[in-house]
């Protein structure tokens, strides 16, 4: 390959800006998932060789993102344009639209002229994406625990899309004896999902699950504090200790058990 062209183009959205009237309700279950390419699945090695060597947690590859992600790279070969919008909808809506669960999504983007799907292509996206500060924020983000990758080529052009997704959202609380602490995680679409909450502190503690339109009564008493269970979105999480103590909170999306 004697000619190396190259496009590049970073986004990143952070899930407090997204009100659940920005929620598109739908069923990903849908979607055909299909397996990920060699070139696909070289461009997550690199991507994850990238963050170990920096110290940052490795994202696992996720199906159905990468599905979305491949789609994209498609539409942007056949209708000959290279953008994270599309008739004015980003990254958010074709995530949105499968019912995938979130907090946070960022999103690169590059075409690479040469053979189609050549895996060196696959190093030089991720070389390329390291030297822009831009590109390096979104590979490099620690909220991020997912990643999808979709490469379409056609006429020797390679469109490589990569969608990162946090997942998984992280807080530590601290209780006040005899007051009840409510925490409700942001952007919970209206739908129902399968979710996995874990709470662990150092005292003695109750921990409620409940909808937000019954928050008045806290009837869904867990214990242990450990669940996986399907919930009718959006729910608040209680927690209620006689003593002063902290907790932390775990709270996941388990996209792969819809």
């Not at 990143?12 to 060699?38: H, M, Q, R, T, W």
């Not at 991507?47 to 942007?76: C, Q, W």
């Amino acid at each position: 390959m004697d000619l190396w062209k190259f496009l590049l183009i970073s986004f990143i959205l952070f899930a407090g800006c997204i009100s659940n009237d920005d929620v598109i309700p739908g069923n990903y279950s849908k979607v055909e998932v299909k397996p990920v390419n060699e070139m696909e699945y070289a461009t997550f090695i690199y991507i994850n060789v990238f963050r170990t060597h920096n110290g940052i947690d490795k994202v696992k590859l996720d199906p159905l993102l990468s599905e979305v992600a491949r789609n994209y790279s498609r539409l942007m070969i056949r209708k000959n344009f290279f953008s994270h919008y599309y008739r004015g909808k980003d990254v958010k809506y074709r995530v949105n639209s499968t019912g995938y669960g979130f907090f946070s999504l960022g999103e690169n983007l590059a075409e690479l002229s040469g053979d189609c799907y050549d895996l060196e292509l696959a190093r030089k996206a991720v070389d390329l994406w390291s030297k822009s500060p831009a590109h390096r924020f979104v590979m490099e983000n620690r909220i991020f625990d997912r990643v999808g990758i979709g490469v379409y080529c056609e006429g020797g052009l390679n469109a490589i899309t990569t969608i990162y997704a946090q997942t998984c959202l992280n807080k530590t609380l601290h209780l006040v004896p005899d007051q009840i602490l409510m925490v409700v995680p942001d952007s919970q679409p209206n739908s129902t999902r399968v979710l996995y909450i874990k709470t662990q502190g150092n005292c003695e503690y109750k921990q409620y699950v409940f909808p937000l339109e019954k928050q008045d009564s806290y009837f869904f008493y867990e214990t242990p504090h450990e669940i996986i269970k399907k919930y009718k979105l959006p729910i608040g999480i209680a927690l209620h200790s006689p003593f002063e103590c902290s907790v932390t909170l775990e709270f996941c999306y388990l996209n792969d058990l819809e």
